[in-house]
Every structure is written in C-alpha cells, then in structure tokens.
C-alpha cells in the first residue's frame, strides 16, 4: 500500500521521536534527585510528617535572633506568620544579616528545628560588593 521511501521515512521520523521522549524521561529522572524545593517556615508547619530528605526553607532572618558561637551560627528564619530555628556550622556569606532574605538548605529535624548544611542570602538588585563599594569611595 505504501511505498518503500514511505516506510523508511516513517521508521526515521518514529524513531527521532522515541529517541527524544526517551533523553528528555532521563534528563528529568536524573533532575529529580537534584532539584530541592523552596519552602517557607508555614508551609513546614503545615506539613503531615517531617521527611528526612533535604529541603530549602527560606524566608527572612528574624531581626535580633543571630547567635554566633565558635563553630556554628544559630538564627530563626520567619515567614512573618511562622518561625523555625535553624543552626548551621561553617561560614555564613557576607550578605547574611538581621532582616534580610536568606535560604537555608539542610534537613528538617522537626517542625520547629532545621539543620541546615548551606546558607545562601539573597540580595536584591542594587547590591554592590563590600569591596568594589570600598573602591569606588577612594575614587
């Protein structure tokens, strides 16, 4: 009924087509264990039951709540509705301070606790360096 070029052509245009479904099921199967999701301290308090796998929360840094001892920086981040306590060990980014907007990336120990293993502070688009700040001032 159809031709041999009909054929072939169909076979090549069926198999670029499994070809594609088949790369973009891995590329997301392998995103899958990479991708942490953002969530803020009410939507944890929400939650059913605490899972151990690694979560963002974010938030802002609840003003007069930083404590900072020798190895390891306690701080609540808060939602304005819900707060959790967070303590991270190493060293926080420069942009880390009292008020501002941060996400904490770690494990729920519970509702109210997060032990977080990475800190990233958000800045908003007029952020400039310390130190390019510093030089443009000599200038």
């Known amino acids: 009924m159809y031709g041999r070029k009909v054929k072939l052509r169909f076979f090549f245009i069926l198999l670029i087509l499994l070809t594609l479904i088949l790369s973009a ?13 953002f969530q803020s301290p009410t939507e944890i308090q ?8 690694k979560i963002r929360v974010g938030g802002m840094v609840k ?8 190895k390891e920086v306690k701080f609540v981040i808060t939602d304005f509705k819900n707060d959790i306590n ?3 060990s190493g060293v926080v980014p420069n942009l880390f301070t009292e008020g501002k907007g941060v996400v904490a990336e770690g ?6 606790f997060f032990l977080a293993t990475k800190i990233l502070a958000k800045h908003d688009e007029n952020y400039m360096p ?10």
Not at 63 to 70: A, L, N, Y
């Open 63 to 70: 003003v007069g709540s930083i404590s900072m001892e020798v």
């Open 107 to 112: 494990y729920l120990k519970d509702k109210n």
């Open 46 to 53: 929400s939650l059913s039951e605490v899972d151990k796998k």
């Open 130 to 139: 310390p130190e390019v700040k510093a030089a443009l001032e000599e200038k």
């Open 25 to 37: 099921f891995l590329i997301l199967k392998s995103l899958e264990e990479n991708v942490v999701y």
């Open 86 to 88: 967070v303590i991270y």
